[in-house]
């Protein structure tokens, strides 16, 4: 059995990236583990100061699942041309404790442009080692008219970009 661990960088009820995610998990082949990470909106604001001798309970819990998984999926929209704050956030705390380095990673970024952000994450998950590729990373534009009310994605090209995605990232585990 294989965990994925994935994270949406929207905390917005509705919200299309965690549709994207519930749709992910449909998509994965047995023996896989799926779990979208519901504990970011009460992640304390990163302090270096504090962050390798008394981190929070919730960073702590944030690491621990990250060394668990075996493969880590951020999906994620862009606000103010850059990297959702709650998802920065989180990211900074897991510097110093390596907990991408080396992981198969897929990045997501489904926004209304998101160009900013897709490729701010791509050099952070660099930074902090992720193994990203390009087979495991794609950018979609104007997400919300690419889904219906239901938050499934109906817009076929993204569907394929999903699925060849999926499989990508499966195979890089
Ligand atoms: C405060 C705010 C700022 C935003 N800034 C951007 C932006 O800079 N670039 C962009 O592509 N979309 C921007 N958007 C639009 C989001 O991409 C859009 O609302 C998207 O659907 C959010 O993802 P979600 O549906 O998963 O919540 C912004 C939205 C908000 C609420």
New binding site residues.
């Given amino acids: 059995m294989k965990n994925i661990f994935a994270i ?1 960088g ?1 905390l ?1 009820e509705g ?4 549709n994207i995610l519930k749709f992910l998990g449909k998509m994965m082949p047995s023996g896989i583990n799926y779990t979208i990470y519901g504990g970011f909106r009460d992640i304390p604001a990163f302090d270096p100061e504090i962050d390798n001798n008394i981190s929070p309970a919730l960073v702590a819990d944030l690491r621990e699942r990250l060394a668990q998984a075996d493969g880590i999926i951020i999906c994620t ?6 990297v959702p704050g709650a998802l920065k956030n989180a990211l900074d705390w897991t510097v110093s404790s390596g907990s991408f380095s080396g992981k198969p990673t897929a990045l997501i970024t ?5 160009e ?2 897709h490729e701010a994450l791509i050099k952070i998950l660099g930074a902090i080692d992720a193994k990203l590729s390009p087979e495991t990373t794609v950018l979609i534009q104007f ?2 008219s690419k889904m219906n009310s239901d938050g499934i994605v109906t817009d076929r090209d993204t569907v394929q970009k999903l699925k060849t995605l999926t499989e990508a990232f499966i195979n890089s585990l």
Avoid: D, K, M
């Fill in positions: 949406s929207s917005r919200s299309s990236n965690h929209p862009e606000y103010a041309f850059g489904a926004s209304t442009g998101g900013n952000a997400v919300r």
